[in-house]
């Protein structure tokens, strides 16, 4: 659930669906290419809510993935990497 409250984000099979919650349509999709072995998908939003991020784990392996998404863009963001600990 977003900061504000007004959004939801789901976890797909492709990506993520992003939930208006009050009118309970899709505001957005955002789209990854995730491999089928991954499990355990989850998503979050940023503390300021303009970033979504999905955190896959790999089946059976340590490690995963994890993809971030700008709102504003609807692209996935490119970030700095002393900006993640700040997301």
């Given amino acids: 659930l ?3 409250g007004r959004l939801l984000a789901l976890g797909i099979k492709t990506g993520v669906a ?3 919650v ?3 349509k899709e505001a957005c999709r ?3 290419c995730f491999d089928p072995s991954h499990t355990g ?6 503390p300021g809510g303009r970033y979504v ?3 896959l784990h790999e089946g059976g392996r340590a490690g995963g993935i994890v993809v971030v ?3 504003e863009t609807g692209r996935r963001a490119v ?9």
């Fill in 2 to 4: 977003s900061p504000d």
């Fill in 18 to 20: 992003v939930i208006d």
């Fill in 22 to 24: 009050e009118s309970k």
């Fill in 30 to 32: 955002l789209t990854a």
């Fill in 41 to 46: 998908f989850h998503a979050g939003f940023s």
């Fill in 53 to 55: 991020a999905a955190g």
């Fill in 69 to 71: 998404w700008d709102l």
């Fill in 79 to 87: 970030l700095p990497t002393a900006a993640v600990t700040g997301l």
